[in-house]
């Protein structure tokens, strides 16, 4: 039952198509590395499209009709987006979740500290990383300072041409005999993974500053952001690979960037709701913070944010009560989309062939995911995976299936779980990723576009 490459059903004018859709999303990564980033671009691109938000819906007590688009920002850091469809929301919802949090360095609360005049940040990496795997690169610095009076300040360092650039250094190999006898795990460890971010003493320090790095630093941050050290106490500074998306291969089939896991579900779920004009059914994309830590938090899959919106949103169609909520819920299909591991050439002994997810053979659907015997799964059921089969097919959408890898041989989980809480018909899905997790990870542009077209046609159906 091999799959077909999608690469082959392309006509010409098609093939412009998913290059174009594959240039729009290379922007839109290389622009927003942090999960406000997402937000922020998503908010602005969804009013250009007519989409209302929703605290503006309730402050005005406006009602909301079958084809009105409305937002709802959840902390900044999450979001959801509906059409509002011909029937009663009770009837079930089409719903498409991805996560837009990725791996990275986040900055400690208290960063900063020089040690023989060099001035150094303190990091604790969030999520899955290889960390012998972010030494050696160049790295930005993305994110927000929370003032005491109320006021943010963006930050953003190491993107533009002319920006600096920082990182974590590594041993020398001349040095590293005892180094590289370590298990990988232990190579490069947590608290080795400080980001050097300076090297000249403050000019004029008075004689009792005895860390004038640091104090240069501190100069720096003040004149530019209007920030004191103790501002870092509450900040979000995300440390992410600099620089921006590449095409990659000889035949500009794919893409290197950061954040493909999970912004390429993300951006074209988030696309495909564009297409959308009146739908039958209400129309759902739900982007979520925190999947890479266990979904949990205000700003993860976990809250009640999710649900409460939905409340708003029905209330504000004037269909609201807690019993229309619950089956609105329950009688909504989903689709949670996360990416999946792309067969490697470099590593054939952890996929097992016939359940493999390959580059260019479409959107993937996992059935289910978890380790050691679909533990923490959301099993699909066969049901469910029947009806997704036949839109695909209907639909033309190429499409293949996947396991996380061998069995036994670990595993990895999604949102999909909690929103089969709700007891809704939820499929894991997405696209499939080389590398995933690294600095720099790759995609198929044809999986991409497979994965957009996956999405309208799961909308429309
Ligand atoms: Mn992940
Ligand atoms: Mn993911």
């Not at 198509?17 to 594959?22: L, P, Q, R, S, T």
């Not at 997704?388 to 670990?410: C, P, W, Y």
């Amino acid at each position: 039952m091999e799959r077909e490459n999608a690469w082959k059903k392309y006509s010409l004018e098609e093939e412009k198509k998913v290059f174009a859709f594959g240039e729009e999303y290379r922007k839109f990564i290389s622009k927003c590395k942090t999960e406000r980033e997402c937000v922020d671009e998503i908010v602005k691109l969804a009013k250009a499209a007519g989409f209302a938000d929703m605290e503006q819906v309730i402050a005005s007590g406006r009602k909301l009709k079958a084809g009105d688009r409305v937002y709802a920002v959840n902390k900044g850091k999450g979001m959801a987006l509906f059409i509002i469809g011909r029937e009663n929301m009770e009837q079930g919802m089409h719903i498409l979740g991805a996560h837009i949090d990725s791996p990275r360095l986040d900055l400690k609360q208290n960063p900063l500290y020089e040690d023989t005049g060099m001035a150094m940040l303190d990091t604790h990496y969030y999520g899955g990383v290889k960390k012998y795997q972010w030494v050696t690169l160049p790295l930005a610095m993305h994110g927000v300072v929370a003032k005491k009076d109320g006021s943010t300040v963006q930050i953003n360092i190491g993107e533009k041409p002319e920006d600096p650039v920082f990182g974590v250094s590594d041993l020398l190999i001349h040095l590293s005999g005892e180094q590289m006898e370590k298990k990988a795990a232990k190579v490069i460890e947590g608290e080795a993974m400080d980001v050097l971010i300076a090297s000249r003493p403050l000019k004029d320090a008075d004689e009792k500053t005895k860390e004038k790095v640091k104090a240069n630093v501190l100069d720096i941050l003040k004149a530019h952001y209007g920030i004191e050290e103790e501002d870092f106490l509450s900040a979000e500074i995300e440390i992410v690979p600099a620089g921006a998306a590449r095409n990659y291969g000889l035949d500009n089939s794919m893409i290197m960037g950061y954040g493909h896991d999970d912004r390429v579900c993300a951006y074209p779920s988030f696309a495909a709701m564009l297409d959308v004009e009146i739908p039958e059914k209400t129309s759902v994309c739900l982007l979520v913070d925190k999947e890479e830590i266990g979904s949990v938090g205000a700003t993860g899959m976990q809250s009640r944010f999710f649900e409460n919106i939905t409340a708003e949103v029905m209330e504000a169609c004037g269909t609201y009560s807690e019993l229309a909520l619950r089956r609105a819920l329950e009688n909504s299909d989903a689709l949670s989309s996360d990416v999946s591991a792309a067969y490697d050439p470099n590593y054939p002994s952890v996929m097992e062939k016939k359940n493999a997810a390959y580059f260019g053979r479409g959107v993937v659907f996992n059935k289910y995911t978890g380790a050691r015997g679909k533990s923490g799964s959301n099993d699909a059921s066969a049901e469910y995976m029947a009806k997704i089969r036949s839109i695909m097919d209907e639909n033309h959408v190429n499409f293949q299936t996947a396991e996380l890898g061998k069995v036994d041989q670990g595993g990895g989980g999604t949102i999909a779980y909690i929103l089969g809480n709700y007891n809704m018909q939820v499929i894991d899905s997405g696209v499939a990723v080389l590398n995933m997790h690294a600095p720099w990870e790759i995609i198929s542009k044809a999986d991409l576009y497979e994965a957009k077209c996956c999405y309208e046609a799961f909308l429309k159906q």
